[in-house]
């Protein structure tokens, strides 16, 4: 196997172990959300703890991702990984556009990127 190949194949790994730490908590995060009857009452409740769990999962992802990475390839991996999550954020927004409000929205396409990083400063700062 060719070097370029599998550096491509570590970077496609790094990637997908963020993606899956994103996935994971927040999927856990949702199910727990739901077993503790969470926002049954209060929607606004409901939709402020999914955003702090989005939050800390995106952030987690993003320490997973610093954390296997190359110290030279941190930064690219970090950046593709806070896009990933941006255009999925963004395609998770137009699919419920009418289960919440635009300003949720908004709130979770722009922050979700920013919490990527801010995990991976975090892996940083612990060095």
């Not at 970077?11 to 994103?22: E, P, R, T």
């Not at 970090?78 to 963004?90: E, G, H, N, R």
């Not at 927004?93 to 409000?101: K, M």
Request: include cysteine; charged fraction near 5%.
């Amino acid at each position: 196997m060719s070097s370029h190949l599998h550096a491509a194949l570590y970077s496609f790994l790094d990637l997908l172990a963020g993606l899956a730490g994103i996935v994971g908590i927040a999927v856990l995060a949702k199910l727990g959300a739901g077993c503790l009857g969470i926002g049954h009452t209060r929607p606004a409740v409901q939709r402020t703890v999914e955003f702090l769990a989005y939050l800390v999962a995106a952030a987690a992802g993003g320490y997973v991702t610093a954390r296997i990475s190359a110290m030279s390839l941190l930064t690219p991996h970090i950046f593709m990984l806070a896009m990933v999550v941006l255009v999925l954020s963004a395609i998770s927004a137009l699919q419920q556009r009418d289960e919440h409000p635009a300003l949720y929205q908004v709130a979770v396409i722009a922050c979700m990127p920013l919490a990527v990083a801010g995990g991976a400063m975090l892996f940083l700062h612990s060095l």
